[in-house]
């Protein structure tokens, strides 16, 4: 709280389908060059995550992911509207869990298939 | 701090576009083959022309590495009718192809991609593509062939359609597209072509083009052209709202920019009356919900309460095993299916196995309760491993989107049900449940596109096309054969084809056009109202239903709108100009759909195409195609029989006709 709060629009739809963990991202901007809809711009700052300029325009290829140098550097996120709807059960048990519930299961780490 | 959102609460400057903008500033390129749009047909194109020795130039809106349709991924390869280990023939699967479509499609693409598809996929291995089970990770699978390590979808026996690893597929392409030493034009949009004189119907010569970071402009001179651009996506359905940039399968990219130029260049088109419906950006993840169809055909479903949903061949009758899912029916030779057949074909010949398509009625009478899940712990072992794990792992926008997302969240296949979409009753009709609930008004050319003959040349000199530029469905495959072909076929007429000589006049009038859009004035529209407004008319005025009246005031208000709102929409930067260009290709688009329409006079269950005032379906004597055109701005329509590519000038067979231009 105290923050300034500024006249702004509202934020630009779908609101974050890219994801940087600036901890991780070294500012490369290999995913500025792979993405072919220019979602990504890079950042004025040197060695700073870029800048989601229009997350309006993504597609969702997971190109800017799966090219990245830095593994978890990028996340992929679909809109809410999307995401929603991707639920599972449990054949034995019955759970039920959802993409992006409360307190997900451990991960399943098998990759795909080589 | 890393959105825009982000950036203007904070005190500080707007930071300003980060590329140099040099609007109007010209660039000057010369070469012998120009491949226009960087897909997957246009890499190809590339590729197979510079094999030949002739210098290569590539444009490509966005960036060549991931661009396109295919850009992120394929999982599946389609008639590979010459693999060894196939049953069926390249003519015998044209053949099926052509009549599952009551001849509405392109022969010579077809029986280029049964004759050259497997001879491709060996070049992608070469490039670094995966295409074999080479950690004999499903070895013992009735989907794999222990000598060649191949592996193969849908129909076990038949084995003409091949699963790949090709999720790197457009890197390893773009990484020899380079080695070739191709002159690479990345995020430059083609917005035009160059005819010689500046006219109508000459041969082409060239493009224009603009740069989408720094708005500089481009004019390439080339002895040939292969027009690669994809076919239009965003003609009567636009919102980046709910899903951003994909409210069709398509990125915002891909709005037929191809289609246009050729038109205006007077090339002849076919088939662009016929569209199919869609959910308007209302649709499901890709291949990201429980369903049996394309990249998750074969898998179990059930619902609410654990009851089994049953699948059935194409003679009706019950399947009692998963094995059985994957072979042809009796007495049936072959089935198709996969990528650019899901929807479209109407004959039973090939009628793949499917899950009971009586389920509206089922679920209505309360015998299927929703949800229902995609079973994918009881599948057999490998079966469940190749649709989760190998084709949801390596078809495109499924890799990081789906598979590791979801997997990352805790999804595990061999002990979860993923669900299926809870939708009307109805939309169970179609077992392609990611793609939602269809709109009948909300729809998708289908199949619309350049009218070519055998050396995929279209109606004018010097230009070639491949992939979905070249009227008929295609795919992957498809387009990576279909661009092979145009490239050798281009780069043979570049050899010994004049110097091409480019008409001034022409260039400067495209440059205006090009640049009238950055201005700084208030109270215009962006480019995305602009579209939705152009998606508006073709809803209204063209679309399930049309008549004469109705298609009329269409082109009129197409018409209007270009004259007017378009000339006062506003770009703020080499982006967004992109974009409002997009918007003219889109207008155009529109206006080239509604003439094909008013050519029909008569509706066609083939083509989804019905006009209320002339409602007799397929009539015999409408059973052909219509080629349209424009010479010196005015529209003519000619007649041209479905199989005009097996009628003189040509030869009879197919396979002659290969023989004599394929120039191998």
Known sequence: MGDKVYMVPNPPTPNVPIRFDAGICNGCNLCVEVCPTHVLMPNPEKKKPPIVLYPDECWYCGSCVEDCPRARAIQLVHPLNQSIVVSWKRKETGEYFRLGMKNPPPPNTRPPAS | ?664
Request: aromatic fraction near 10%.
């Open chain 2, 1 to 664: 701090m890393t959105s825009w959102w982000d950036l203007i609460q904070r005190e500080a400057p707007l930071p300003e576009w980060p590329y140099p903008v040099r609007y109007g500033e010209a660039n000057e390129v010369a070469t012998d083959v120009l491949v226009l749009g960087g897909g997957i047909a246009g890499c190809h194109a590339a590729i197979n022309a510079a094999r030949k020795g002739v210098k290569v130039t590539i444009v490509e809106k966005g960036g060549l590495r991931r661009s396109g349709q295919g850009g992120a991924g394929v999982d599946h390869w389609q008639a590979a009718c010459t693999n060894p280990c196939s049953k069926v023939s390249p003519e015998e699967y044209t053949r099926a192809i052509m009549d599952s479509f009551a001849g509405y499609d392109c022969g010579p693409l077809r029986y280029v991609q049964c004759q050259e598809s497997w001879d491709a996929l060996l070049d992608c291995e070469q490039m670094g593509v995966q295409i074999r089970d080479v950690h004999d990770e499903f070895e013992g699978a009735a989907f794999r062939d222990d000598q060649t390590k191949l592996m193969f979808a849908y129909d076990y026996e038949n084995r003409h359609t091949l699963r790949v690893h090709g999720h790197n597929m457009k890197p390893c392409l773009y990484k020899e597209v380079k080695r070739l030493g191709v002159q690479i034009c990345d995020r430059v949009m083609a917005t035009s072509l160059l005819t010689e004189g500046g006219k109508q119907g000459t041969r082409v010569v060239g493009a224009t083009g603009i740069n989408v970071r720094t708005g500089e402009f481009y004019v390439f001179r080339a002895k040939a052209t292969v027009l690669a651009l994809a076919h239009p996506r965003r003609e009567w359905i636009f919102s980046t709202e709910l899903n951003g940039g994909c409210a069709t399968f398509a990125d915002l990219n891909i709005v037929g920019d191809g289609h246009a130029m050729g038109w205006n260049a007077g090339a002849e088109y076919a088939m662009m009356e016929r569209s199919v419906p869609s959910s308007g950006g209302f649709a499901y993840i890709q291949y990201g919900v429980g369903y049996p169809d394309n990249t998750w055909y074969g898998c179990t479903m059930v619902d609410a309460h654990g009851k089994q949903v049953p699948w059935f061949n194409r003679n009706g009758e019950e399947l009692q095993t998963v094995e059985e899912r994957f072979q042809p029916a009796p007495g049936q030779q072959f089935i198709l299916m996969g990528g650019g057949l899901v929807g479209g074909a109407i004959g039973q010949e090939v009628t793949g196995n499917y899950l009971d398509d009586t389920l509206p009625e089922r679920i209505r009478k309360g015998e299927i309760t929703l949800p229902m899940y995609a079973d994918l712990p009881s599948l057999p072992e490998h079966e469940r491993r190749a649709i989760f794990g190998l084709m949801v792992g390596n078809e495109g926008k499924t890799r990081v989107p789906v598979y590791e997302n979801y997997t990352r969240a805790g999804f595990d296949p061999d002990k979860d049900m993923l669900q299926a979409p809870v939708m009307p009753p109805d939309s169970y009709r179609s077992p392609h449940y990611p793609a939602g609930t269809l709109v009948p008004h909300w729809r998708e050319i289908f199949g619309g596109g350049l009218v070519v003959d055998w050396d995929l040349r279209s109606s004018l000199e010097g230009l070639y096309s491949g992939g979905r530029c070249v009227y008929g469905a295609g795919e992957h495959a498809g387009a990576a054969t279909s661009g092979r072909y145009a490239g050798r076929r281009a780069a043979e007429y570049a050899m010994s084809a004049p110097e091409p000589v480019l008409d001034q006049k022409q260039v400067e009038e495209e440059k205006a056009r090009i640049y009238a859009s950055v201005s700084k004035s208030q109270g215009s529209i962006g480019w995305k109202e602009l579209n939705a407004g152009i998606c508006r008319i073709m809803q209204d005025y063209c679309s399930q239903y049309r008549n004469e009246e109705a298609l009329k005031v269409g082109l009129r208000l197409l018409s209007e709108l270009r004259e007017s709102e378009l000339t006062k929409t506003y770009a703020a930067n080499p982006h967004e100009l992109g974009r409002v260009l997009e918007c003219h290709t889109i207008i155009t688009v529109g206006e080239i759909v509604i003439h094909a329409s008013l050519a029909r006079k008569a509706s066609s269950q083939y083509l989804n195409f019905y006009r209320l005032d002339y409602p007799e379906l397929d009539p015999p004597e409408w059973h052909k195609l219509l080629p349209i055109r424009l010479e010196n701005g005015e529209v003519k329509v000619r007649e041209l029989p479905l199989d005009y590519h097996l009628k003189p000038p040509y030869a009879s067979t197919y396979e002659d006709n290969y023989s004599a231009h394929c120039g191998l």
